[in-house]
């Protein structure tokens, strides 16, 4: 059993980097974009530092769009901008923030991560004490995965200056909304708190 495991979400091209074909993270000229990668790399820094494991959920669907079910607008908006198709730039790692070493890498299709991923069996095998999760985009991947996590049993601290969404009132939102289901930490709190 490990002390804490690190949910990294969506640490992706496609929407963090500013030629990003998804806008709804940070790819655009946000002000805070910048600030937000630096605030992950930090986090995951820490969390290899103190040896802790990191758990990199990536989006990634099928070239042809067959595994997406256009149900809501966001998915819509994938097939019509040709986005997060897998072996495409768009669904490789943003530099500085991808997997190292052993680090699990898990791939989903939806929103929340552990819908149709193996994320479970990683934890299963990791048996973390708590949960710390941090990504792209903090409304619909962090927010969906912090849920599902805590309704499996996981005490779960989000760490809010290394997530990001379109902007800053949904962001702030998404955090009020989780703030009753999980701790809120800056990256600089959630590190003094694991090395404590």
Known sequence: MTA?????????????????????????????????????RRLFAGFRSLGLPIVHVRLAVRPD?????????????????????????????????????????????RNGG????????????????????SGVSTAYAVESTVR????????TTVVADACSTATAEQHEAALRAMSLIADIRTTDAALAELSA
């Open 148 to 155: 599902e996590a805590t309704d499996r049993g996981w005490e």
């Open 65 to 109: 769009f067959a595994d997406v079910v256009p149900n809501t607008p966001i998915f819509r908006q994938w097939i019509e901008n040709e986005a997060w198709r897998e072996g495409t730039w768009g669904v490789e790692f943003v530099d500085g923030l991808g997997p190292e070493g052993s680090e699990h890498v898990v791939t989903h299709t």
């Open 114 to 133: 552990f819908h149709g991923s193996t994320l479970a069996e990683s934890l299963f095998l990791l048996k973390p004490q708590r949960l710390y999760c």
């Open 4 to 40: 804490a495991a690190l949910i990294a979400m969506h640490y992706q091209n496609e929407n963090c980097h500013p030629d990003g074909r998804i806008k709804i993270g940070i790819a655009d000229e946000n002000t805070w974009r910048e600030a937000r990668l630096a605030n992950a």
